[in-house]
């Protein structure tokens, strides 16, 4: 009996060894992508409590604002993909409104895939290249401020365990229409700031030209097809199985065009090909399917502010995809952001579970 508890003992040991090694080695292929005190202060985070992700925590910076608590919503650098980060934030405003708290978004002093060294729409917070604040208040007058609290990396589990609310990143949420519609309200918050708002209604519009019944499907790959990076995700469709639910769907549904979402040039021209003038596709910088050995946001093109382009061409392309008339995909940053910007509005949506890569 002792044996059998000295083994249970050193295997659980073994265990939590093999698993901080493993997070530990995730750090260094974000090491590209983020400054070289995030990295040693991640690893350091992993070896002590087996967890790099930032904890929520309470600071006094000044004396301003004593009768507000202000709660900066920050992520463990560099983040994800621009619309996983940005469902992230949706949870965190709710957060914020159940604790009365003024809500701030925070890209400027933390490492994220968006982050150029110049200013963009008059600011170097890269959530302002795109969107606009909650509050009125600076992220300047924040921190000079009285009752700051620093947000954790992801408050999904509070909300699902304390107030039985949905994780934004999974597809439970997806039938729940009440759960859709106060995150779309909360959205309204954070709407496009006003340059961004006018780029992406006149990429649409040429790109939609006045189109109707259109079928939009997500259609994912790079890093979600390389399992060790995608770990937890949701398996994307392969291009043959898309393509036979597109075609079926259309003629079910009584759809005219496929809008397609993709990041992968390869599935592009194998859509064009098949669909024709039945296909609308958004003009966009696009990768290779290859390009899965790091994050597809660690690729870059030579071509100024890159990333910022990066963003914007995906901020374009969902929201194009709230636009459409029904949906079909698999669950993913892109496909959840839609179906809440576009407020449950869809004629038809149908979301496939093909499993998740571990």
Known sequence: MENLKLFSIFLNIKNKIFDRFYKIR??????ESIKLNELISQIIRIILFGNRNFTEKKVTFGNKNPNEIFYIIRRTPP????????????????????????????????????????????????????????????????YKSKNVIFSSSNVSNILETDYSVKDLNKA?????????????????SINLNEPTNLEVQKRLD???????????????????????????????????????????????????????????????????????????????????????????NQYTRNRKHDKYLTGLEYLVEVYGLARCDSIVGTSCGSLNAAIILNNNRYQNKKIFDLGRNY
């Open 206 to 296: 040429n790109t939609f030209q006045n189109k109707k019944n259109i079928l939009g499907i997500v259609l994912r790959g790079t890093d979600y097809l390389n399992k060790e990076l995608s770990r937890g995700h949701a398996t994307p469709f392969n291009i043959d199985n898309s393509i036979e639910i597109a075609e079926s769907l259309l003629n079910e549904w009584n759809m005219e065009h496929v809008y397609l979402s993709t990041e992968v040039s390869e599935y592009v021209e194998i859509y064009q090909d098949y669909f024709n003038d039945k296909l609308v596709v958004l003009s966009r910088d696009r990768y290779l399917n290859h390009q899965n050995k790091k994050f597809i």
């Open 26 to 31: 995730r750090v260094f292929l974000l090491a």
């Open 172 to 188: 439970d949420f997806i039938q729940d229409a009440d759960q859709i519609k106060k995150f779309n309200n909360l959205s309204k």
């Open 79 to 142: 983040g994800a993909g621009l619309f996983s980060n940005y469902l992230l934030i949706l949870m965190h405003l709710y957060y914020a409104e159940l604790n009365s708290y003024k809500a701030i978004i925070d890209w400027e002093n933390y490492s994220n895939f968006y982050q150029e060294k110049n200013i963009i729409n008059n600011t170097k917070n890269s959530w302002g290249y795109y969107f606009k604040q909650p509050i009125t208040h600076s992220l300047e007058e924040v």
